[in-house]
Structure formats: C-alpha cells, structure tokens
T-cell receptor, first 116, second 111 residues
Framework: DGGITQSPKYLFRKEGQNVTLSCEQNLNHDAMYWYRQDPGQGLRLIYYSQIVNDFQKGDIAEGYSVSREKKESFPLTVTSAQKNPTAFYLC???????????????FGEGSWLTVV | QKEVEQNSGPLSVPEGAIASLNCTYSDRVSQSFFWYRQYSGKSPELIMSIYSNGDKEDGRFTAQLNKASQYVSLLIRDSQPSDSATYLCAVKDNQGGKLIFGQGTELSVKP
C-alpha cells in the first residue's frame, strides 16, 4: 500500500538525549515536511524539504535537525537543545510543482514523543 | 508573519443540524486552501480543498472561498456524532509550498 510511515509511534526520551523519528513515503512525492502539534493547538512547521539534499527551516526549527539523503526518507532528530520536546510529531509529503490545484499534503499517522 | 485564524470553539450543534466553521487568512496572494479533520490522538485527514472563489460541494461538506474578504469556510450538513472532531483550516504558502495551519475548531455534534 502507498503511504507515509512514521516510526516509532510512541517514544520516551530522557533529559539530555537525542532521539530520531523516522518518516518514509512510497508515494514518489518530492516534498516532505515535519510538523509539531501540542495539545489543543494547531500544527507548527519544523522543517521541510522540496528535493533531495535540500531542506529549509520552518517556524520552530531550533533544537531539531533533519536530513534528506533519499527521496523517500526524511528523518527528524530531536536534540537535547530542544527544551520542551513533548508533543505529537507529524510527517507529511506532497508532489512539488507550481499548480495550485495540485500538491495536496498528506500526513503520516504521527509519533508521540514524551520526555521522562 | 503569515497567519491563519480560526475560532477554537468548542462549537456544539445538535445531530442533523448544519455546522459552520470559519477561517480567515492574512496572505492576500494565497491560492490554495484546505480543510482537514482530526480525531483526538490521530493525524489530520483531508476533507476538502478549494482554489477558486465560490462554493465547492462534496457530499455533506461544502467549502466556501472569498478571496476578496480573505476567508474560507466549511459547512457540514446533516451533522452526525461521528463528525465530532477538530477541524483544521490550512493555507498553502506560495513560497515553498508549505501549509500554514489555524489552531483548529473543535466541533461537538450532540445526539
């Protein structure tokens, strides 16, 4: 089945640890995104990538890092510099292009990260 | 900074009624608008997309877009308890193609 796979679904992090969230898509989408959602809040953009080996910071990139070595993969590392990482993390992807009628963004099932 | 605004709710409607959800956006040149539904603890799922002024209907859902007034709305006819969820309005940023989300409106449909 085509889709976006995030893992793990639940992750616990100790203070001072780095953790990496995996995101893989087999939709042949060019663009990939990472959003963060806090309880009762909307989604905030962490990083996004439109092509392999290139990515841009979103609104809340501090304390996070990403890589885009393969088209289908866009892992997110939550570093120890992120002081309040407990949240729901959503990976998404879309085709890349200029037409407004296309390029719908689809989401994976999300990963819950809790600091213990 | 480009913004998308929604009333956080909760919006409560009786079963069978019409639920009306509203959203305003700040970037006048935006062209693509989306409504996502999110159940508690789940990821957002796309309900509707709209790109042209006017109404777009899909089953019980109607999206309305008014670019001059910079608002987009979602109407849900014959609301069902299963429609109870948070509805997220999203506007596509022309620079980079990323989506900018509102904070979401919580809808509760009472039997």
């Amino acid at each position: 089945d085509g889709g976006i796979t995030q893992s793990p679904k639940y992750l616990f992090r100790k203070e001072g640890q780095n953790v990496t969230l995996s995101c893989e898509q087999n939709l042949n989408h060019d663009a990939m995104y990472w959003y963060r959602q806090d309880p009762g809040q909307g989604l905030r953009l962490i990083y996004y990538s439109q092509i392999v080996n290139d990515f841009q910071k979103g609104d809340i990139a501090e304390g996070y890092s990403v890589s885009r070595e393969k088209k289908e993969s866009f892992p997110l590392t939550v570093t120890s510099a992120q002081k309040n990482p407990t949240a729901f993390y959503l990976c998404a992807s879309s085709m890349r292009g200029g037409l407004p009628s296309g390029n719908t963004i689809y989401f994976g099932e999300g990963s819950w990260l809790t600091v213990v | 900074q480009k913004e998308v605004e929604q009333n956080s709710g909760p919006l409560s409607v009786p079963e069978g009624a019409i639920a009306s959800l509203n959203c305003t956006y700040s970037d006048r040149v935006s062209q693509s608008f989306f409504w996502y539904r999110q159940y508690s603890g789940k990821s957002p799922e796309l309900i509707m997309s709209i790109y042209s002024n006017g109404d777009k209907e899909d089953g019980r859902f109607t999206a309305q877009l008014n670019k001059a007034s910079q608002y987009v709305s979602l109407l849900i006819r014959d609301s069902q308890p299963s429609d109870s969820a948070t509805y997220l309005c999203a506007v596509k940023d022309n620079q980079g193609g990323k989506l900018i989300f509102g904070q979401g409106t919580e809808l509760s449909v009472k039997p």
